[in-house]
C-alpha cells in the first residue's frame, strides 16, 4: 500500500518543479522571440544578400553568383545616387526642425496653461493617424489646382498675377524639384513630431523641480536654465527620440510613395521607394535587393553611435 | 533696518490657507528659525521669501525694498534644499560655480571665489567629483559652499539636515550654527524639529496652520509658551497638561520630581502620582503615572535625571513636587495662556 502510494508521488516530482527551474523556463519564453527575429529578421536579411550577389529576376529565378556586379551597376546610375543622397537630406533636415520644434513644443505643454490636455492629444494625433492616410492628406493640400495652401496665398494677395509668388495661380507642388523636396520634409516632420514631443516632454517632466527652482534662485534666466540644466539632463531621453526619428524617417517609403512616387522624374526618390521600384516594380530583384541593403549600414551606424553617446551621458 | 520683513503675508492654494497673513521683522545677521509641523506653510513661506511662490496677498521687503513681484535673481537671496538640488551632470566645481557664471562673472576671477568657498567648507578635494560621488554630509556642504559663493544678503535653508543620519546630524548642526556665526548672514532656517529649532536659533518662529503662534527665543518660547500648540510643539516628552475648572495647567516632565530629591526654597506643589511604568534611558529615567485629573486621561510623565536615585516602583504611590512658578495655564477653551489660578 505505501509503496503504491510513493510511485507516482516520485514520477510527478520530475516534472512537477520543471517549471521552477530558470534554465528551463528561460529557455522556453526566449523561444518565441527568438524563432521572430530567426524568421521575420534572419531570413529576408540572409536572402536580400543573397539576392544582391547573384542575377536573380522577377522572369529568372535561378541565383547565379555574380559577386559584387549588383553594387557596382547601380553605384553608376543617377537615380540611385540621387536617392542615396535625397535618403540623407530629407532625414537630416526632416530631424532637424523635429528636435527643434520638440524641444519648443514640450517646454510650451510643460508648462500648465487651459486647454493643456486638449492641445496635448490634438498634438499626438499624427503619430496616432495611420502614416498611409495622412500622407494622402496632404496629397490633397499640395494638390496642383485646389491647394489650400494656394488659396490662402492668393487671398493674402501673396499668389497670382502680379504678386510676389506670380503669375501662376498654383505653385504645384509635386511637379517642381525643390517643393517636392520640402513637402516631403514637411509630411516627414509632421509625422515624427508628436512623438519625440512626447518624448523630450517625459524627460521634461523627470527633472526634479527643485533643480529648477535652484537655478532660478542662483540667478539664472531662462535661457541659461535651459542650456545648462534642462538640455544636459534630457539629453540622453533626446538622443533616443532622434535615433527613432533617423530611423523611422530613413527607412520610410510611405510618404515618398503616396506623395510623388519619387517624381518629378525621379528627384525624390529615396533608397526604400527606389528599391522598391527597382526590385518589385521594375522585376530586378538582384539590383533592388542591393539598393535596399545600402539601408543597413547607415541604419546601423546611426544606431551604435547615438546609443552609445546615450550611454555616455547617462546621468544616476 | 531689518533685513527681511513680511507684511500680513498671505498665500491660498484654492481652499487651503498654506499662509495666512504672517508678519515677520528678521533682522541683519540673524539666525531665525521658522518652525512646525509638517504641512503648516513654513516652507511655502520660505518659498515665497525667495521669490519661488507669489503670494495671493501681501508683501516681502529685503533690505528695505519691497521685492514682491521681483523674480527670485535680483532679491540677493540663496537657497539650500532640503534634497540640496545639486545639479547632477556638473561637477562639485561647476556647482558652485553656477551662481557666479549666471552673472556672468570672468571665468579666472569666478575660479578664485569658488576655491576660496571651497575651502571655507573643506569641500576642495571634491571639486572635480560629480554629486553623485559624494556622502550625505560631503553634499550638504557643496550646497551651502553654492549658497554662498555669490555673498547673498538672506541665506534661506530647507530642512538642510533632515537628509543626514543622526550622529552626521548633531555635528552638521554645530558646524553650520559656527559657520553662520562667523559670516554674519542673515539666516531663515525651515524646520519641523523643535531640538534643531531650539540649538540654533536667535529667535524662533513657531507656525501652525499658515499661521504665526509665537515668535521669540529659544528659551522664551520654551519655557512661557503663549498657547497650548507651542506648550505642546516643543519639548521632548511633552508637556504634562492637568485639568482645573475651564483651565490647563502645564508642567514639563523635568520640573516634576520626586518629592525628596527636590532641594529648593521655590514655593512648591505637592501631587501624588500612582506610578504605573518606568523606563530607564540610562541619562534619565522617564516615569509614568496616572493623575486623577490629566487632561484627556493621558499618563502624565517625570523625567529624572540619573543623579536621582530615589527607588521608584511601578504600582506604588509617591509624592511628587512640581514648583509653583514653573507650573503655566492655558484656557481650556481657547488654548490661549491665562492668568493663575488658585489650586
Redesign the interface.
Known sequence: MEQAAQTPTKTKTRFQYLTDRESFLGSLFLLPAVLYIILLVGVPFGMAIAFSLSDVTVGDTSLDYVGLENFRRILNTPQFRRALVNSFIITLIAQLFVIILANILALIFYEDFPGKWMARMLIIMPWATPISLGTIGWLWIFDSKFSPIDWVLQQIGLLGPDTLLGPGKHLNYLGREELAMVAVIIVHVWRMLPLATVILLAGLASI?K??I?????????FW?IHR??RL??IYPIMSIALLFGLIFTFSDMVVVFLLTRGGPIYYTQVLPTWAWFKGIDGGNLSEGAAVALFLFPLLLVAAILILRSAKR?E?? | MDTVETINLKKHFAEVKAVDGVDLAIHEGEFFVILGPSGCGKTTLMRMIAGLEAPTEGDVVIGGVRVTDLPPRMREVAMVFQSYALYPHMTVFDNIGFPLKAKKMPKAERRSKVEAAAATLGVEQLLDRKPRQLSGGERQRVALCRAMVKEPRVLLLDEPLSNLDAKLRTAARAELEMFQRQLGITTIFVTHDQIEAMAMGDRILVMSAGKVMQVGAPQKIYHDPVNLFVATFLGSPTINLVEKGGCLIGFRPEHFLPRGSAVTDEELTTVSLNVFHVENLGADRLVYGELENAYEGKLITAKLPSIVTEVIEPGTTYDFVVETSNLKYFDKETGQKTEAIPL
Open positions: 526634479d527643485d533643480l527652482d535652484q537655478a532660478q534662485v542662483d540667478g539664472a534666466k541659461r545648462d540644466i544636459p539632463l551621458s546621468i544616476t
